[in-house]
């Protein structure tokens, strides 16, 4: 699954429904970031929700790239994106 | 139904023990054991911070002491040897036994012997603040960005912040941007200042 452009609290629910779709598909779930510009905590919350989500539906997930502007948000919170992997 | 993340908290406390008994083995032979000095710190760091939420005091201060003794390798203060090796080791196994104290009701064991073990390796000259930042569960909703809050107190000095991510729901639960914030409220900035200041 690939996430583009900025993922804040004005359009959350739409990346709600996003993630959700993607983890009822039952696939392993692979998210490329890399092309996200921005975030703010609620897009990460989500994130860090389908991580918990998918563990506990036994589905495969990690996160192959993320971008700068997002590793960056996401350390300025005390996020680790290598905790999404497991790291 | 309330969440309980204190399941979750044991089931990553015994994982991040592991990966601390792995990682401090392993320590002397290392060339360059920086990354093995960070990834310690981390995990005990998480566990402090996470214990703490989930009312295992014992556990938080336990772990406090062996974090600010790995604080000091990362900054160059104390170096790897074989003693800190077994202090990290000692620290590892005073967690457990907290932690099964506190599943069984039990009253914790002392952790003296351990504060004393690392209060070998010298005294800090730095004062440590540890800050619980709990906001309001419609922090987000109301339009705040605790993102701010955090870089106002980076500007104060040397900073670790850990969001605790054990309280996150499962996607399921979260719906509507009216709960946001309700979920990501607990960060444990941990602001470090010279006492000379």
Known sequence: ?87 | MAYNAIPTFLQEAEELIADIEQSALGLSSETDPAETVNRLFRAFHTIKGSSAMCGFDAVAGCTHHVETLLDRVRNGATSVSPELVDAVLKAADQIKLLLQAAQGGARPPSSEDLERAIAKFGTSSERTWSIRFHPDRSLLANGANPLTLLRDIRKLGSCEITAHTVGVHHLAIIWGSRNFGRHFERWRPRRKDRASR
């Open chain 1, 1 to 87: 699954m690939t996430l583009t452009g900025d993922w804040n609290i004005g359009n959350v629910d739409d990346l709600r429904r996003l993630l959700a779709g993607c983890l009822d598909s039952g696939k392993e779930i692979v998210l490329d970031l890399s092309g996200v510009e921005g975030c703010d905590t609620a897009a990460l919350q989500l994130v860090w929700s389908m991580r918990r989500t998918a563990l506990q539906r036994g589905v495969g997930f990690r996160v192959a790239e993320v971008s700068r502007a997002m590793a960056e948000i996401a350390g300025s919170l005390g996020l680790s994106i290598e905790e999404l992997n497991g790291v």
